[in-house]
């Protein structure tokens, strides 16, 4: 095991590597435009001089392609892993969706493919896992829908007690995921920051390990393999730019610090410019970007994207850094813009995706118009989780299905007419 203990990215002080310092205790909160904000969350230490000696583009390759191929950077033995076989994406080059926007090398992380449909699995496996090293027995999460599904999956491989806690607004295929995995699912009316504050009150004489984004350190651990698997993936090297969903930023910063991890082990020579794409309806993320702050927003809307609106979180100083450190970029995009990628995701590559895991790819649109990337960089957009979580919107934007008769003179007349109208086009 290579993990060394805690450092607050506030004041560095130094901790073992135990929950109670997940938050730092010396950095205390404060309360900002009715926010409670904490800048003093912890980030988890790592021997890198044993693990040059211990690590290889060699020894990855010769394990399976998902999450466990990089244990040792993960802080993961070898017996008794709790896993669903997550990671190990495809990564898709795209030729239809990057003609449609202009540029010649696009590629897409489809996390979609992971064991409960969303990249959250790289999350839980390490929260579970670690649950069961410091000995809990519940395990529990405020979320917007991905995180509780995941976690409430691997709680239950783990058999481990889950609670989960989410808005009341929260899409059903992701209520219904966490309750048929067997969590005790709560629903309260509020947005995430409000229901996170109480819960975080709720929990403090309980013992359960909170697993909530922004909060447990291991889930920007998870975050990591992304960009380990990308960069095997292109034959070890970066890409240009890494476009990604933003809401936490747990997810971004946990990208950035896996592709810095990989140059400093001499495995990659580049690292990306890493850009965080968020709502127009609310991003504190790409808000404290453009107007160089770390203040929570004021207020925020609601989105087709849920999962990435937010006024503040407990992440957002670490995913400002990597911002800042990878000269990367942040921008604002509309539910229009979304829906239409959306679409192009879906009827241009055949990968069917959710609102809050598409609008990087409205993002990087926007940013082929602005100029803002050329047309032949190497360009990866993380798409973050599964259409079917939402299946009621994704037939409010596409046409309806035409119901016909039983016959079939009626069957070959639709037909007849379709291909008429195909073969005009
Ligand atoms: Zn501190």
């Not at 203040?295 to 999962?307: H, K, Q, V, W, Y």
């Not at 006024?311 to 921008?331: F, I």
Request: charged fraction near 25%; hydrophobic fraction near 40%.
């Amino acid at each position: 095991m290579y993990a060394t203990g805690l450092k607050c990215v506030n004041c560095g002080a130094l901790y073992p590597l135990q929950p109670e310092f997940f938050v730092c205790p010396k950095c205390g909160l404060e309360k900002v435009r009715g926010v409670s904000v904490f800048r003093g969350t912890t980030e988890v230490q790592y021997d890198y001089e044993a693990l040059k000696k211990s690590v290889s583009k060699e020894l990855f390759a010769k394990r399976p392609f998902n999450l466990l191929r990089y244990r040792e950077l993960l802080d993961l033995g070898e017996e008794n892993i709790i896993t669903l076989s997550e990671g190990g994406t495809s990564l898709i080059k795209c030729k239809n969706l990057a003609k449609k926007i202009g540029l010649n090398n696009l590629w897409l992380k489809n996390e979609t493919s992971n064991p409960t449909h969303s990249f959250k699995d790289r999350e839980s496996v390490l929260v579970v896992n670690k649950a069961l090293e410091f000995g809990k027995k519940y395990v529990s999460c405020v979320s917007s829908g991905n995180a509780a599904a995941s976690l409430a999956a691997y709680a239950a491989r783990a058999s481990l007690g889950c609670f989960v806690l989410m808005p009341a607004t929260t899409p059903k295929g992701k209520i219904a995921q966490c309750t048929l995995y067997g969590a005790v699912t709560l629903l309260m009316d509020g947005i995430y920051e409000e229901i996170f504050e109480l819960y975080i009150e709720a929990i403090k004489e309980l013992d359960i390990l909170e697993s909530s984004g922004g909060y447990n350190r291991f889930k920007v651990e998870g975050g990591k393999t992304i960009a380990y698997e990308i960069c095997e993936q292109l034959g070890w090297r970066a890409p240009a730019w890494v476009i990604d969903n933003v809401g936490a930023g747990t997810h971004l910063y946990g990208m950035w610090k896996g592709f810095k991890e990989l140059r400093n082990l001499d495995l990659v020579e580049n690292v990306p410019k890493m850009v965080a794409i968020g709502p127009k309806a609310g991003s504190p993320i790409v808000t404290g970007f453009k107007e160089k702050t770390d203040l929570p927003l004021t207020r925020s809307e609601e989105s087709i994207a849920d999962g990435l609106v937010g006024r503040w979180s407990y992440d957002m100083p670490l995913a400002l850094k990597a911002l800042r450190e990878s000269t990367g970029y942040a921008e604002h995009v509309s539910d229009l813009e979304i829906l239409k990628a959306m679409e192009w995701l879906a009827q241009l590559e055949g990968v069917f995706a959710e609102p809050s895991g598409v609008a990087c790819v409205s993002g990087v649109s926007k940013m082929v118009e602005t100029g803002m990337v050329d047309k032949g960089e190497e360009i990866v957009c993380i798409i973050t989780g599964s259409g079917l979580k939402e299946p009621e919107l994704a037939r409010r934007i596409s046409k309806e299905p035409t119901l016909i008769s039983a016959s079939a003179e009626e069957i070959r007349s639709n037909l007849q007419k379709h291909l008429t109208r195909l073969g005009k086009e």
